[in-house]
């Protein structure tokens, strides 16, 4: 199964735009990604009438749409752990969660002095890296949010 990073920090910090810039450059340098976006929130992605939507109000556990390039699956759990959900993401190189932070996975925090008044307290050794625009002392490689590709260097040389 492929290695699984995660990345974490507190609401409306840069996380996701942490990925959408990490992504691009993980995949100049050949490697297929998997993203998986933790919510504690519910959420839906089918629209009220739509026959997908017939399907999971009807009891179906899982819907599956397909078109010629795409899918998406709707799938009801039993767990939310991410090992569960590595068989969908067999044929990747590297997972990249958002959010997972009590997780056991790898994490790179994402800090801003604006959002956080201190680090996450992460349990020892499961910080990798902390991206940030404030002067921190961590036990970890420090970047800042314009060193993306010396971050990806850490990722491929730890983890691909």
Request: charged share 30%; aromatic share 6%.
């Amino acid at each position: 199964m492929p290695p699984i990073i995660s990345i974490v920090g507190k609401s409306d910090c840069g996380k996701t735009t942490l990925i959408e810039r990490l992504i691009p450059e993980l995949k100049r340098r050949g490697y297929r990604i998997g993203t998986i976006k933790h919510t504690s929130r519910g959420f839906d992605i089918d629209r009220q009438g739509k026959d997908s939507w017939r399907h999971r109000q009807a009891g179906a556990d899982a819907v599956m749409v397909t078109s010629g390039e795409s899918l998406s699956l709707v799938k009801r759990l039993q767990s939310q752990e991410i090992d569960d959900l590595l068989p969908y993401f067999a044929d990747m190189d590297l997972i990249i969660t958002e959010g997972y932070k009590h997780g056991d996975k790898p994490k790179i925090e994402v800090y801003r002095a604006e959002c956080n008044h201190s680090p996450l307290d992460l349990p020892d050794g499961s910080r990798i890296a902390m991206v940030t625009d404030a002067p921190v002392t961590v036990a970890a490689p420090v970047y800042g949010f314009d060193q993306v590709t010396a971050l990806a260097d850490l990722i491929e040389s730890r983890f691909l």
